[in-house]
């Protein structure tokens, strides 16, 4: 494909990016992008991504690397960069969270790790609360007695190598070779050993930084102390090109050890320019007026968003409901819902239900009652990383198309995810390749199609789709999949909620399929999974006192939450009340004193509609 000329590029798809915007997309400098939600900054992303590839200032065979924080963003910037430029192109840009890339960078050099932090090939992934076990059942258990967890968590976390100059020191090496005996490692013990790597072998970060010319920091405010030590220690002081984009309003992981200085940190680590964008494309006029009055009266910020003109100057609704009890709040919620479906036409799936936290005692029975009475909903916390693998997707839409009379783009998604694994193949070669899988869907209808599938059946029909790509191509073409406990891990999941879905829908195979991507169904999480999601109606059940419990500990965070709740919806937000709820100890009052300040400047607004809510 013959590069296009700098000057004559335009944005992909016909997009209409802000000056700004095409000024970042179509630069080189290091620059940190400050952006409201809705201002497209994964889209900014996808095209700068298209003008470095198709304009090759990207320069064969080199690539562009995105670190995301979550799985979903990153498989959604990718899916976004392949649309809009092509397999060919988007071979060269690579999608990765922070954690991926770093098991990603280890698994391939662990060899250059010193002897006493030498891993084996294969090795389990813990949660940080394992460290904390193991340093519990180590020698010195007076030490954990009398040591804050913050200082024990601070001895997990810090960097390579360990010395042995005092007692804190020896312990923490000595749970650490514990761990690596054990062939167990947490996310944070393996982004320290890829840093260490990359620290200690000056040839192996050469070879990284020639790789990536270019590189992406999604969803930057986020970014916690040791993820930031990751990208200085592979990519600082290089030529390779850096863009972060973020915003300080969501800054909603703090909690989780995200570096709260790390905006000013990038731009003087960096040389970075601070660059801002003011369009917010998702969201309608009224809520933009909602979000500027937050911004500035409860976030004490300054930078305001200007709606899109493809908006109605009267479009947006914000209310506040209040409620006796969870069951009003249960049974008019399903009646307000059960009319946008039939009466607005609205699909399910652009319908979402946050929390800030403890999904099940909020939710757990009104999901239930949605699903008894014809309204499908369910917990979208636990699938969301199964229907962002790329493994995944093949399967799902391999059964698709065996199982469906019609099904052709299923099967297109399928071919697609085989020629990426066939890239040697030429034209003539990947048209056999297509005939191939359409020979094998008719031969797994033949098989499977009118009969009714025990357990043990699907389990082999999932391995004979995988096998049919190949299992080492497959991880051979998918960095992630290299360490054979994860694919496994992966595959074993998928085939896990399917059977369960399979069972639910009492044998209907394509039933089964539609609720594992959960077709027709509310999703249902926290708001810190709803990051970079969006749709046209928000219900943020509970902004109450006890969801916000720690607000006096963490009130700016605790405000983020909530700008981030309000900031998924386009087009309807409603935040909900009930005067009880059940926690720990059954039943109990609620209030709304401690986050008072919240409700105040909702009022204030003059956007936002308070109402009792009694039938």
């Not at 910037?77 to 990765?96: A, Q, Y």
């Not at 749970?175 to 000056?202: C, D, G």
């Not at 039939?342 to 909020?362: E, F, H, M, S, T």
């Not at 386009?570 to 009930?578: I, L, P």
């Amino acid at each position: 494909m013959k590069p296009i000329k700098s000057n004559e590029w335009i944005p992909a798809d016909g997009m209409d990016l802000e000056k700004n915007a095409f000024k970042v997309a179509t630069t080189i400098e290091n620059n940190l992008v400050v952006a409201g939600p809705g201002a497209g900054k994964t889209e900014l992303l996808a095209q700068k991504a298209c003008f470095l590839l198709q304009t090759n200032t990207c320069k064969f065979p080199h690539k562009v690397l995105a670190i995301s924080f979550k799985r979903d963003a990153a498989y959604n910037l990718k899916e976004r960069v392949k649309l809009r430029c092509g397999d060919e192109l988007s071979k060269r840009f690579d999608s990765l969270t922070f954690d991926s890339f770093a098991k990603q960078l280890l698994d391939r050099f662990k060899q250059a790790l010193p002897a006493e932090y030498r891993i084996q090939p294969e090795y389990d992934i813990v949660l940080g609360d394992q460290f904390i076990l193991a340093l519990y059942e180590s020698e010195d258990i007076n030490y954990f007695n009398t040591t804050d967890r913050n200082t024990i968590i601070q001895l997990h976390n810090a960097q390579l190598p360990h010395s042995s100059n005092n007692l804190a020191e020896t312990i923490r090496h000595n749970v650490w070779q514990k761990m690596i005996q054990q062939s167990k490692l947490s996310f944070t013990m393996l982004m320290r050993l890829a840093e260490y790597v990359i620290n200690t072998n000056p040839k192996i970060k050469k070879y990284l930084q020639q790789t990536y010319h270019f590189v992406f920091l999604d969803e930057f405010q986020d970014t916690t102390e040791i993820q930031y030590d990751l990208f200085k220690s592979c990519f600082l002081d290089s030529q390779t090109a850096y863009t972060a984009v973020g915003d300080d309003k969501q800054r909603i992981m703090m909690w989780a050890g995200a570096r709260e200085t790390v905006f000013e940190d990038f731009i003087a680590d960096a040389n970075a320019t601070r660059i801002p964008l003011n369009m917010n494309f998702r969201c309608a006029p009224r809520l933009v007026t909602l979000l500027n009055h937050l911004t500035s009266n409860l976030l004490g910020k300054d930078d305001f968003a200007t709606p899109s003109p493809k908006w109605k100057a009267e479009q947006g609704e914000c209310y506040f409901w209040v409620f006796e009890n969870p069951e009003y709040e249960m049974k008019i919620l399903f009646r307000e819902i059960q009319n946008w479906i039939n009466k607005d036409g609205i699909n399910p799936r652009d319908i979402c239900i946050l929390v800030k936290q403890q999904l099940a005692q909020y939710v757990g029975d009104l999901i239930n009652y949605f699903n008894e009475n014809g309204i499908k909903a369910r917990d979208e916390n636990k699938l969301q990383d199964i229907l962002t693998q790329e493994v995944c997707i093949y399967i799902i839409n391999i059964l698709y198309a065996i199982f469906q009379k019609k099904a052709g783009e299923a099967k297109q998604v399928a071919f697609a995810f085989l020629s990426n694994l066939h890239t040697e193949l030429e034209d003539e070669q990947l048209l056999k390749l297509q005939n191939t899988l359409s020979f094998f869907i008719k031969k797994k209808q033949n098989e499977y199609r009118k009969n009714t599938l025990n357990e043990e059946q699907i389990n082999t029909l999932i391995d004979e789709i995988i096998d049919f790509a190949g299992k080492d191509r497959i991880r051979a073409s998918f960095p992630s999949y290299r360490n054979i406990a994860e694919f496994n891990r992966t595959t074993t999941s998928l085939k896990e909620a399917f059977i369960k879905d399979y069972n639910t829908a009492k044998s209907n195979m394509i039933l089964a399929l539609d609720m594992l991507v959960g077709k027709n169904t509310i999703p249902v999480m926290t708001i810190h999974k709803s990051k970079g999601l969006e749709y046209h109606t928000v219900i943020f059940i509970g902004l109450e006192d006890g969801a916000f419990w720690s607000f006096q500990q963490q009130p700016d965070e605790d405000k983020c939450a909530f700008f981030v709740a309000l900031s998924r919806a386009k087009e309807r937000v409603v935040f909900t009340f009930s005067k009880q709820r059940v926690g720990r100890f059954g039943l109990q009052n609620q209030s709304i004193t401690k986050i008072k300040v919240i409700l105040e400047e909702l009022q204030k607004s003059s956007i936002v509609k308070i109402s009792e809510r009694t039938n």
